[in-house]
């Protein structure tokens, strides 16, 4: 069992900065990759990129990429989601997830490829 915590979420204006962390705990040892997610209301919930746990490019959605980075702490378990350049259709809910293999629908940030999820942290860009 791998258990996942968000935070940093918050309101911010459209142009500033958020860096999100997700606290990674439990059994570690088969995580391969670890993403994070995004859902605004009425949509279905789309992949922001993931990065590979043994190292390697990470992979970012076309809609984030160039203003979203994915880094990760190994010493303390934490991986983040660095945000920049926000816009009003950044706003969302914002998950972490950790998959067992780092496989085609990693690659392609299907949510179907990561078997465990943490419960989410909000964040809110105004025009």
């Known amino acids: 069992q791998v258990h996942l915590v968000e935070s940093g979420g918050g309101s911010v204006q459209a142009g500033g900065s958020l860096r999100l962390s997700c606290a990674v705990s439990?059994?570690?040892?088969?995580?391969?990759?670890l993403g994070w997610f995004r859902q605004a209301p009425g949509n279905e919930r789309e992949g922001v990129g993931t990065?590979?746990?043994?190292?390697?490019?990470?992979v970012y959605a076309a809609s984030v990429k160039g203003r979203f980075t994915i880094s990760q702490d190994n010493v303390k378990n934490t991986v983040f989601l660095q945000m920049n350049s926000l816009t009003p259709e950044d706003t969302a809910m914002y998950y972490c997830a950790a998959a067992e293999n780092r496989g085609w629908n990693v690659y392609l940030l299907r949510e179907g490829a990561f078997k465990y999820w943490g419960q989410g942290t909000q964040v809110t860009v105004s025009s």
């Open positions: 439990g059994d570690t040892s088969s995580t391969k990759s």
């Open positions: 990065i590979f746990t043994d190292g390697g490019n990470p």
